[in-house]
């Protein structure tokens, strides 16, 4: 006869590699809030004019066939999407800001 084994063993849980996952799973989930945040904002944010570029800002394309095809679609959706993007004024003031921060430090150790 067979002896059965009453006493079961409990396995043993990697403390280290379950945190592991804790934090990959973490970061998925953040990663993926910010990318639907940002896509989400497509829908409701729409800017006229730009006051920085002093420009007015191009529209979303409605989508045709024959846009498409003739890849007319692509390139306005391309610039639509440049124009529309979520706190581009922001990044563009703060862009221009660093360049002439960094560059007036480069003038002042190169003198």
């Known amino acids: ?12 849980v990697d403390l280290k590699s379950s945190k592991i996952a804790y934090g990959r799973c973490l970061i998925i989930i953040l ?9 989400g904002s497509y ?6 004019a730009s006051f920085v570029e002093n420009r007015s800002m191009q529209n979303f ?3 045709t066939l024959i846009k498409y095809i003739n890849n007319d679609f692509q390139g ?3 610039n639509a999407l440049s124009d529309q993007f979520f706190l581009r004024e922001t990044s563009i ?3 221009n800001s660093l ?7 480069a003038f002042i150790v190169l003198n």
Not at 99 to 105: A, D, G, Q
């Open 93 to 95: 003031t703060l862009y």
């Open 76 to 78: 306005e959706f391309d």
């Open 43 to 48: 829908l409701f944010y729409r800017v006229d």
């Open 1 to 12: 006869m067979s002896e059965i084994n009453l006493t079961k063993s409990v396995p043993s």
């Open 31 to 39: 990663f993926m809030s910010l990318l639907f945040a940002c896509t």
């Open 61 to 63: 394309p409605s989508f």
């Open 99 to 105: 360049k002439y921060n960094i560059n007036k430090t």
